[in-house]
């Protein structure tokens, strides 16, 4: 079931759900939206999967960011922030930092909450931090989910308004449990624009785009990105229009996927560093782009011309895919996110978001991989840097 997903300054949710795709003719018709299997074989609960007759499982091969004709950002002749500022000695206060938070000094940097919740808590551990000796943790349990439907266990801040930022952060999956249905959520929007968020929609160009830093239940990341000119996942060329290929007979727009086919899992129990970069493109080009290092590692990188892959129905398959459905694959267009120069990149969201039906439905494959599956689904966080150029990890 899908619902609205606004940006919330209270830690719970219960809202109502917004329509499935209508049932029709079951050749061409997805897995029931509601428990949908992605490419990684993991449920994907927001429609716009692939369609049941495109006959194959798509390939896992795909190229590398040099393959495919990108080359990572770089840090400039200087280096990272975090090479210039070991340990991070003084990195809040350059210039190019927009927000800074390693939480010991509790709460108070973030807009809401402004101190501990039912689901966040500022804890101080130096044996369980990343650095120094506090760090963030949310907790939702089973049982809090089997009493309340949706919960999102998050944190917001809005920055400065920039058209290209970076945001760097290190995270903990502390138990062996079912994945947030939704994790980070980053927004861009005019000074007005609150809606991110927003399930089954498309945001106007002119008022704002977000996207989310998903994870799913092998461990492996991927985009999930709102905007103007998203595809939607009716139609196999992503259109709307009725009577087309692999029509699903109802139109919709869910978060379009973007997984970088060459990526290892992560460890559970173990810190690790993300940093993620988003660039709104010049209004009228298609040079907006999103690109992230997982410890310094680069891993996913999608602007224009790069990578190569094909675009099917509402997910971009990195080096192809193997659905009949599937076009040869050709070089990524670029994002083209906004139509308005007064839309900028402004918040962050550290957003643990369940969804009861999915995370059972996670546990389920994890206890069929034989796993003993924990109860309570926590994540660390600690280290959180957003600035306008590269930050890399920790010295």
């Known amino acids: 079931m899908h619902i609205l997903r606004f940006l919330l300054v209270t ?4 809202l109502f759900g917004c329509p499935t795709p209508v049932p029709g003719d079951t050749a061409q018709q997805p897995p029931s939206p509601d428990v949908l299997v992605d490419d990684a074989g993991d449920v994907d609960d927001d429609a716009g999967a692939t369609p049941d007759d495109a006959g194959a499982t798509p390939t896992d091969a795909g190229p590398t960011l040099t393959d495919a ?19 991070d000695v003084g990195l809040a206060s350059h210039p190019s930092v927009l927000f800074f938070d390693d939480f010991e000094n509790g709460w ?12 966040l808590f500022v804890e101080d551990d130096a044996s369980r931090a990343a650095s120094g000796d506090a760090y963030l943790r949310s907790t939702v349990t089973r049982q809090q989910l089997q009493e ?24 903990r999956f502390e138990t062996v449990a079912p994945n947030p249905h939704h994790w980070v959520r980053f927004a861009a929007g005019d000074e007005t624009y609150n809606s991110s968020g927003l399930a089954n929609t498309v945001p106007p160009g002119d008022r704002g785009f977000w996207f989310d830093f998903d994870v799913n ?29 692999g029509d699903q ?15 290892q899992p992560f460890e559970r129990g173990a810190w690790f560093c993300i940093e993620i970069r988003a660039k709104a493109n010049t209004v009228g080009d298609d040079d907006g782009a999103l690109e992230y290092w997982i410890d310094d590692v680069p891993v996913g990188a999608y602007g224009p011309g790069y990578p190569v892959g094909t675009w099917l129905r509402d997910q971009f398959h990195e080096g192809g895919c193997d659905f009949f459905a599937c076009d ?26 369940y969804e009861r039906g999915s995370s059972e439905n996670r546990r389920t494959q994890m ?29």
């Open 148 to 171: 309340t439907q949706y919960i999102s266990s998050q944190t917001s801040v809005r920055h400065a308004r920039v058209d290209e930022a970076y945001y760097r952060f290190y995270a």
């Open 249 to 263: 007979g109802n139109t919709y727009h869910y978060g379009n996927v973007f997984r970088p086919a060459d990526q």
């Open 367 to 395: 206890e069929n991989n034989g796993l003993v599956v924990d109860d309570a689904y926590t994540i660390f966080y600690d280290d959180v840097v957003v600035a306008t150029e590269r930050i890399g990890c920790r010295r």
């Open 108 to 119: 108070g940097r973030w807009d809401a909450p402004q101190a501990d919740t039912a689901h």
């Open 328 to 353: 040869d694959p050709t070089p990524f267009s670029g994002f083209n996110f906004r139509t308005s120069d007064d839309v900028k990149l402004q918040r962050l969201v550290l957003d643990a978001y």
């Open 69 to 87: 004709g990108s080359t990572p950002t770089d840090a400039g002749t200087g280096g990272t922030l975090a090479e210039r500022h070991p340990g």
């Open 11 to 14: 830690t719970t949710l219960a």
């Open 217 to 245: 239940t092998n461990n492996l990341f991927n985009f999930y990105v709102y905007w103007h000119a998203m595809r939607s996942g009716r139609c196999n060329d992503g259109s709307t229009v009725e009577g087309c290929d």
